[in-house]
T-cell receptor
Framework: GAGVSQSPSNKVTEKGKDVELRCDPISGHTALYWYRQSLGQGLEFLIYFQGNSAPDKSGLPSDRFSAERTGGSVSTLTIQRTQQEDSAVYLC??????????FGQGTRLTVV | GENVEQHPSTLSVQEGDSAVIKCTYSDSASNYFPWYKQELGKGPQLIIDIRSNVGEKKDQRIAVTLNKTAKHFSLHITETQPEDSAVYFCAAPKGGFSGGYNKLIFGAGTRLAVHP
């Protein structure tokens, strides 16, 4: 596609439920990143993929968070047993092995 | 690890004035410094970047300067317009950029308001 696509754009979930956030990177981009942006805050690194492997998961806040990438393309970020502090905008970015990272519009997650 | 500090957190200017946003970083291996603009409800958009082998880069009304010795870099916007109003983020890669891996550490952001 023309840009990084994320779905859903908004998600409201009840505390304790699991959620899946999807990212479609720019076609051909080998690197994919997930970031989290809390209200009024900067961007917090979560995880990085090169192809289907994740050499850096150091930013995942807890074991409730996991991510996978299949076919070197689509990635899914899963949050299990959601908590209110998980409420944030989750941003995905992709890169073609170069420095420039291009972001999607994000998924706004609200845990009630 | 890399720490990126950004200031000011908010900046208000009159249309036509210049705006300057400054960032400092801690990792001397950092070698790539992008700036992103984030409008309300949208993802960050790369607007300009600079690599460590140059001290300044310009693109129309925006410019970025880099001082590697002092470990700081700045975004300069001249002749500001209302559409420049947004949140701006600086970033630096932890440990430098190599082989396609670009773990960017972001500053906390600057909310720029340009008043007509």
């Amino acid at each position: 596609g023309a840009g990084v696509s994320q779905s859903p754009s908004n998600k409201v979930t009840e505390k304790g439920k699991d959620v899946e956030l999807r990212c479609d990177p720019i076609s051909g981009h080998t690197a994919l990143y997930w970031y989290r942006q809390s209200l009024g805050q900067g961007l917090e690194f979560l995880i990085y993929f090169q192809g289907n492997s994740a050499p850096d998961k150091s930013g995942l806040p807890s074991d409730r968070f996991s991510a996978e990438r299949t076919g070197g393309s689509v990635s899914t970020l899963t949050i299990q047993r959601t908590q209110q502090e998980d409420s944030a905008v989750y941003l995905c970015a992709s890169s073609l092995g170069r420095v420039e990272a291009f972001f999607g519009q994000g998924t706004r997650l609200t845990v009630v | 690890g890399e720490n990126v500090e950004q200031h000011p957190s908010t900046l208000s200017v009159q249309e036509g004035d210049s705006a300057v946003i400054k960032c400092t970083y801690s990792d001397s291996a950092s070698n790539y410094f992008p700036w992103y603009k984030q409008e309300l409800g949208k993802g960050p958009q790369l607007i300009i970047d600079i690599r460590s082998n140059v001290g300044e880069k310009k693109d129309q009304r925006i410019a970025v300067t880099l001082n590697k010795t002092a470990k700081h870099f700045s975004l300069h916007i001249t002749e500001t317009q209302p559409e420049d109003s947004a949140v701006y983020f600086c970033a630096a890669p932890k440990g430098g950029f190599s082989g396609g891996y670009n773990k960017l550490i972001f500053g906390a952001g600057t909310r720029l308001a340009v008043h007509p």
